[in-house]
């Protein structure tokens, strides 16, 4: 099964340089059992979750009320959000994890991109780690 591109950006696209980033997966499973999966994959890792519209999870972690405070010295307190997207597709479940550019950019300017683009990144790494651990992960492809 092939993972689809959005947008008509490779694997080479320009996230990487803006701190984007992009991880489509396939997962064996069917969408609501790796939905629960990935929801309780990232409450373990401090994250909360919400069920969203159109088969996506929202993330967040952190408060956003000391990250304005303090912008990037809010530390491990500094406010993150991602989206989780999830479909039904051949073979398995696609999910989309993708985070912005200007993720953190805001309220922690430089400092707080370069903090949410290491921490988006460390997050997908370690589903996909974990996935490959128990067997479930089918294909990867990264941009960003």
Request: glycine share 18%; hydrophobic share 40%; with cysteine.
């Amino acid at each position: 099964m092939s993972v689809p591109t959005r947008g008509g950006q490779g694997a080479g696209g320009t996230g990487s340089a803006c701190g984007a980033g992009r991880a489509l997966l396939v997962v064996r499973g069917d969408v609501d059992e790796v939905r629960a999966r990935l929801a309780a994959f990232v409450a373990e890792r401090g994250w909360r979750v919400t069920d969203a519209p159109g088969e996506e999870l929202l993330l967040e972690r952190g408060s956003r009320g000391r990250t304005i405070v303090l912008g990037s010295l809010a530390g491990r307190a500094f406010y993150l959000s991602a989206r989780i997207g999830t479909r039904a597709g051949e073979g398995g479940t696609l999910v989309e994890h993708r985070w912005g550019a200007g993720a953190g950019l805001v309220l922690g300017g430089t400092l707080g991109r370069a903090r949410a683009a290491r921490a988006h990144a460390e997050l997908s790494q370690a589903l996909e780690s974990a996935l490959r651990e128990q067997g479930l992960l089918v294909q990867v492809r990264r941009e960003g």
